[in-house]
T-cell receptor, first 114, second 115 residues
Framework: DTGVSQDPRHKITKRGQNVTFRCDPISEHNRLYWYRQTLGQGPEFLTY????????KSRLLSDRFSAERPKGSFSTLEIQRTEQGDSAMYLC????????????FGSGTRLTVV | AQSVTQLGSHVSVSEGALVLLRCNYS??????LFWYVQYPNQGLQLLLK??????LVKGINGFEAEFKKSETSFHLTKPSAHMSDAAEYFC?????????????FGAGTRLFVKA
């Protein structure tokens, strides 16, 4: 297994456009997480899936954001009508379900909205 | 609600010197505790974690951390810094009561290592 893969690594988009990011987790992991990280800050929780079910969404995740994990495999995060404030690194991570497992993170997708 | 405070956004040490990165948490019950490291333009990598048992935990790259319940702390140490340790370090907690999902991260401490 090559770890958690995220695509694309970088995305530059114009304000108002829609963007979609993909995350392929470690195949044995049944939990998948999305976090957002802005410059100089720690990652902020956005949402998480256990298998295909989205079990929690942060208040940070406005209705312009949607995440899916069809069939409990890869996940996509879509941002509609992007705003400059959406510029950030979007991190995906996966883990086993259960107590105290740490996360394996992908390298992230850096979004720049111009 | 849980929270994490990392004391010092930047720490600078000389190569070979002790590394000490401070982390305090706030939680109604002792949470799961983690340290992650992030190199430029990369994701985070798990250094070590405390879940239960021995309060001194050892991680990768010679790092260790001690859980002190009375001080609500989980400071990260390394006896001798190496140039390759220069990176950003994040302390994190997750709620034991919910099975450990939704990890909350601190703001990070950037470690500089001087030759």
């Amino acid at each position: 297994d090559t770890g958690v893969s995220q695509d694309p690594r970088h995305k530059i988009t114009k304000r108002g456009q829609n963007v979609t990011f993909r995350c392929d987790p470690i195949s044995e992991h049944n939990r998948l997480y999305w976090y957002r990280q802005t410059l100089g800050q720690g990652p902020e929780f956005l949402t998480y899936f256990q298998n295909e079910a989205q079990l929690e969404k942060s208040r940070l995740l406005s209705d312009r954001f949607s995440a899916e994990r069809p069939k409990g495999s890869f996940s996509t995060l879509e941002i509609q009508r992007t705003e400059q404030g959406d510029s950030a690194m979007y991190l995906c991570a996966s883990s086993f379900a259960g107590d105290g497992y740490g996360y394996t993170f992908g390298s992230g997708t850096r979004l720049t909205v111009v | 609600a849980q929270s994490v405070t990392q004391l010092g956004s930047h720490v600078s040490v000389s190569e070979g010197a002790l590394v000490l990165l401070r982390c305090n948490y706030s939680s109604s019950v002792p949470p799961y505790l983690f340290w992650y490291v992030q190199y430029p333009n990369q994701g985070l990598q798990l250094l070590l974690k405390y879940t239960t048992g021995a309060t001194l935990v050892k991680g990768i790259n010679g790092f260790e951390a001690e859980f002190k319940k009375s001080e609500t702390s989980f400071h990260l140490t390394k006896p001798s810094a190496h140039m390759s340790d220069a990176a950003e370090y994040f302390c994190a907690v997750s709620d034991r009561a919910t099975g450990g999902f939704k990890t909350i991260f601190g703001a990070g401490t950037r470690l500089f290592v001087k030759a």
